[in-house]
């Protein structure tokens, strides 16, 4: 992201954290501050890496032959981590409890669209159920769609 100002700041979470100052959607309680931290850091390391990029070689490169078993091998990671959504989401309407944080923005991003990644959710109703409520708050946008003037 390029700021009016020339500097730019690179890394999904850092571009969110920073567009989120101020808001609501920063917990200022320290424990679910370092939850949301830990929501980041799993999008991170155990989701992105398994259900974006299984994405990105589907919907982009066209699952070409040559990327095919590595699409096959992010298909066990992506459903563990979704395992980890679902568990959580059982318990709590959002992933840090009842109230809307960038932790469920974080896991929206690719989770809703994880379909494009050979990721059935059909599977998963909590997730189903967050992904719809999620889609219901107020001011949602859906990708593509114009933002009202
Ligand atoms: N840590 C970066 C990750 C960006 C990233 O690498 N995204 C993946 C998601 S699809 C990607 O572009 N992968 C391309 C590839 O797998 O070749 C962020 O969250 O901004």
């Known amino acids: ?40 850091f799993f999008e991170q390391y155990s989701h992105e890496p398994y259900i974006a990029t299984a994405r990105f070689i589907n919907r982009y490169l066209g699952l070409p032959e040559a990327r095919r078993a590595e699409y096959a091998a992010k298909q ?25 944080s960038l932790a469920d923005i974080t896991l929206y991003a690719y989770t809703h669209v994880a379909d494009e990644g050979g990721f059935e959710l059909a599977g998963y109703p909590q997730i189903s159920r967050w992904l719809a409520d999620f889609a219901a708050q107020p001011g949602h946008l859906a990708m593509g769609a114009a933002p009202s003037s």
């Open 1 to 40: 992201m390029l700021l009016a100002d020339g500097r730019a700041l690179s890394e999904s979470n850092a571009i969110i954290h920073y567009l989120a100052t101020g808001s609501d959607l920063l917990p200022s309680e320290p424990f679910a501050a370092a939850k949301l931290l830990a929501w980041q």
């Open 76 to 100: 066990q990671g992506g459903h563990k981590a979704l395992a980890v959504m679902e568990q959580q989401l059982a318990a709590s309407r959002f992933l840090l409890g009842d109230q809307l």
